[in-house]
């Protein structure tokens, strides 16, 4: 057996032993994990003050440093967030169909966990905590396989989460980081199908797209959003300068935010009025169609093909003109990574339309993108917003990290 | 574009207009698919023999044969099918989550269709019609590639029902069938991301695994059952015996079927007693390990390190003795393939414990594996089994072959 092997195998056999540890064990675990991340919160800074070092000599972008970066105030949010999940419904053991049959079986749908989940992610220290909690609550064990630059940090946390689980009387094995973080490894963990379950990456599209492709392992694609505002002729331009506006700027390197504005062509003229001084105060760079660029003029730039499937996650908006809403929505279901659409009218049947026939994992009339979240959405805490269409649909919370098993009670039943 | 793409691009088309066709609309079609098989089956019935000519020509063996061939009662079984289909309840278009969120945004959970499904599946002309029924019914557009030794009868089930379709006013492409059916065809098949949303097979494990390793497009497993019944030490040995038997000889070539019985070394004298008698009528081959051997003496042949991990599909039976409920637990979730496992015992702690602790689809107590199946669970109608944790897990019905998007209705709302 390979190290990871092992690993595997760890993790499955701790799974079985989750799998049965009832609510009150799994929030114990989550309760002492807040707690020795607070408490020894120091060990944490150190270990991530040492990958900073590293990362700021490998010469690592501002954004990126950013984001690996742990203070005493994240860590305390992390810890609050591990709380949060510690104070959710648990999902499994319910029983959400049941009847007696005929024949006088009674057979039961009741949730279980997947059992292993593993996640792949990059530099950033807080979601090997998170993805920890979210599993650790949904009954399934997790091997975390976070990105180089964030390994001292990664495996202290790991470490200090594992000593937790032990005192709470939990296997160890339940959460496991991946110590080799090399590619090599990171392949390997992609076709471990004999102990990984599920395979969930968290990050940008190339990563995504590298595992969907690479994997062995069933994978939930998520957070791919090249996401849509459709301006319809009908719209309070207002209204709906307001919401590109939000959806553009509010916090541009997020999934949810929009990267392509679809105006009807005879609301054109008006809404950029109104929207273009709201966009310039962030200085938002336009990439227009021909029709866009001849209103726009010297404001933005000839967009090129590759602008209608880019997820810039930056202050970049593509600009097109459509003839209405049909055009709307064959480009949408064309171009968009079925994460969130909005359309923005005060037509009701366009409004019914736009919902029916765009197919994304959320669709909007007049509201801002940006509400696609596991807590806007009511799910209290989200591993990530799955873009596909089996097994969970956009924000992915601990409902979506459970399966189901029938249990059926006989008396001696034949067929 | 190869023509399977285009076939492809057609089924995505044709997907848009059917996720939006009403109950109603489905049901026409679903009639009318009825209907022509009806009317026109004596041309089904020809290009069947056309195939069956083929397949005893090339040596069929006669099981195999028998799957393919259809006969006016099988037809009029299937038209049965159809019809039954057409009652079922429409999962597409229910919300079954709808709220209004703290900021106003109603936010409704709804059931769409998946898009495109494409099933791959051998000589067996029924799953044709089967499984155009439940797509069409839950929403999804299906591309159908069978065993090639069916073609001549699947395409002219193709035929007659795209011809249906049409006359009830939904694109013809709402069906479709690969022409093509060569292997390579098949792996395009399997990698035609960019128009399939999932791929199922249905039929022997290996088709299955074949497909699972080979597919680049989400899949679900079905119908791989490796399923064992445990015979407890406190078992009722006579109800024991009649459920291996029904469980092991009702139908062994289903993935339902049992494969393998463990015993309880205390119970296992008294219960071959009672169970060989059965077992005889049918003249069960028993492949035992060393301590069932001693028992069963010359009545078995030992087991090969193979046998425990062997779909038969026949009248073949591994025999196993174990220490208890422990060892039969960790067998079972070492050598089962996740889908029907059975307890027969008296004592309500132990039926409880390996309810919570076998891992598979469906979890029996006294009761025969062989219940596992769509009708017997109240579906109505199964694709198939699933025996994978993600999307679905044991019989898929309507439900099964859905997703959902979330539907916003906003007031200006940003975040």
Known sequence: MTPLEQQGAAAKAASYVLASAGTERKNEALEAIAKVLTERKKEWLEANAQDLEAARTAGMRPAMLDRLTLTEGRIAGIVEGVRQVASLPDPIGRVDRMETRPNGLIIGRRRVPLGVIAIIYEARPNVTVDAAALCLKS???????????????NRKAAELMRAALAAAGLPGDCVSLVQDTSRETANELMHLDAY?????????????????????VPVIRTGE??????????ADLDMGAQILFNAKCSRPSVCNAAECVLVHRDAAEGFFRK???????????????PAALEILGTRALP?????????????ILAVKLVDGLEEAVAFINRHGTGHSEAIITKNYFKAQRFLNEVDAAA??????????????FGLGAEIGISTQ?????GPMGLEELTSCKYVIYGEGQIR
């Open 139 to 153: 009954g399934n064990t997790c091997i975390l396989r976070g990105g180089k630059e964030a390994i001292r940090s």
């Open 196 to 216: 990984v379950d599920v395979l969930i990456p968290r990050g940008g599209a190339g990563l995504i797209r590298a595992v969907v492709k690479e994997a062995g």
């Open 225 to 234: 959003g090249v996401c849509h505002v459709y301006i319809d002729d009908e």
């Open 275 to 289: 929207a273009l001084p709201l966009l310039d105060r962030k200085g938002v760079e336009l990439r227009a169609d």
């Open 303 to 315: 967009a090129q093909d590759s602008d209608w499937d880019a997820e810039y996650g930056d202050y």
């Open 363 to 376: 669709v909007y009339v007049n509201a801002s993108t940006r509400f696609t979240d596991g807590g806007e």
């Open 389 to 393: 269409k089996m097994h969970a649909r």
